[in-house]
């Protein structure tokens, strides 16, 4: 459940909103938990030597996604992200047959985005063949960092060169849309060696690039290591000098910085995560997996072995003659959510909550907020639920309006959080 309270007002209280509607394309999410072994910053929910679970686990993963294509009358799906976890240490036929599973219980446009996240070292050319014969048309690859002695303290399995090799197999294989991942603000790290690795980054020439700063997340190995001083705490100022380093060495190779943490190659965002930061509807299947659709978040157990029986019992149900057209569940979506067994929570989204997160993901984007757009969606522009906030984040030049959007400025981008808290109480 959520613990974000939308900021009180009376235009957004009094505000009824109309559910997005799934003649809409939808986005999906498929997840993976499993890895080999399983990063010390990780909160992730992944697991690692549960390998003999794979079978079963797909099994369960194909029925789930064949019940939303019949509770959901299989909606279009414009992209899908296939995340985890390792998608690409699954075995490649597991993949392919999840997406003939994908194929017949929804309507995937013939140009949809459909994304695979890899480690480097799990390449082979066949296992690439098969992912471009199925319909995977994009790749995340897992770098996080060109120094070797950085990738062990991340507890990475490949080394520089393993995540060079994997990007260039990729491309001789015939990706050409590939994203890499990076990671700054991590402990022990000098600000030479994130130069190092943005300039072999950029000798590579990717399609995309993520970069996301180290977070210390509750419980997780590297967060104790780092209570108990075995290993020091990231400099924020320090991180904060790489991020300005990239954005720099970005522009000047041609990068267009799209989101806060993302740039691209012209025409070459990722499409799936424009979802979420346009807040607008996707399903996630999978244990833990977020999903939000008309007006309700909600998300699965995180349990793959809960989540394994419970689709193993939905299954021999409806073998055993259970109506998915029944009529008790004509209507609402929480209804409809009910149909699916392992869904565990769901929250109903009001309007001032949907206004606020609009405002809060879209001021990521480079493009801003689009006050037509904006209007269109809630039958008012953004100066009518929050005209004391936008007025004086525009004297504090965190923003502006151009173009018929409201965007961050340079200065803006740097303190994100302090304008986006102004959207919420």
């Known amino acids: 459940m959520s613990s974000r309270t939308a900021t009180s007002c009376t235009s957004c209280s009094t505000y009824r909103k109309s559910p997005m509607s799934l003649a809409e394309p939808i986005s999906l999410y498929v997840h993976i938990p499993f890895c080999e072994t399983k990063c010390p910053y990780c909160d992730f929910n992944t697991y690692a030597a549960i390998e003999p679970m794979m079978p079963s686990y797909m099994d369960a993963l194909r029925s789930e996604i064949e019940l939303w294509g019949k509770v959901l009358e299989g909606p279009r799906v414009h992209t899908i992200f296939f995340g985890g976890g390792t998608p690409s240490y699954l075995p490649a036929q597991d993949i392919v047959r999840a997406m003939e599973t994908i194929r017949s219980s929804f309507d995937l446009l013939s140009d949809a985005e459909v994304t695979l996240e890899a480690n480097p070292g799990d390449f082979s ?56 991942d990076l990671m700054y603000g991590l402990p022990h790290q000098r600000v030479e060696q994130w130069q190092r690795t943005l300039d072999r980054s950029l000798e590579l020439l990717p399609p995309h690039i993520s970069m996301y700063c180290l977070t210390l997340e509750g419980g997780t190995p590297m967060e104790r290591w780092v209570e108990q001083g075995s290993m020091p705490t990231p400099d924020p100022d320090i991180a904060a000098d790489m991020y300005l380093m990239a954005q720099d ?68 149900s409806q073998r055993n003659g259970s109506d998915c057209n ?14 699916v067994p392992v869904v565990e929570e769901v929250e109903q989204i009001d309007a001032p909550l949907e206004i606020a997160e609009t405002m809060m993901m879209g001021l990521r984007l480079d493009e801003g907020i689009s006050i037509a757009a904006f209007t269109e969606r809630f039958d008012a522009p953004p100066a009518q639920f929050y005209a004391d906030s936008l007025d004086e984040l525009e004297r504090l030049e965190l923003l502006c309006t151009e173009d018929g959007a409201l965007r961050l400025t340079h200065h803006g981008r740097m303190l994100g959080n302090e304008v986006f808290s102004r959207f919420f109480a």
């Open 125 to 180: 050319d066949d296992k690439l063949r098969a992912y471009l014969d199925c319909g995977i048309n994009r790749l995340s690859i897992g770098v996080q960092s060109f120094d070797d002695s950085l990738l062990s303290t991340l507890g990475r399995r490949h080394n520089a060169a393993d995540a060079a090799n994997a990007y260039r197999q990729a491309a001789a294989a015939g990706f050409d849309n590939i994203s890499i």
């Open 249 to 316: 060495e970005m522009r000047r190779a041609g990068y267009r910085h799209y989101e806060i943490s993302n740039w691209s190659l012209d025409g070459l965002q990722s499409r799936h995560n424009l979802t979420y930061w346009r807040n607008k509807p996707y399903l996630g299947v999978g244990p833990g997996a977020h999903s939000y659709l008309d007006d309700c978040r909600f998300n699965a157990i995180k349990s793959p072995r809960e989540y394994i029986a419970r689709m193993r019992a939905a299954t021999g």
């Open 326 to 339: 029944d009529s008790r569940y004509n209507g609402s979506m929480i209804a409809t959510i009910g149909r």
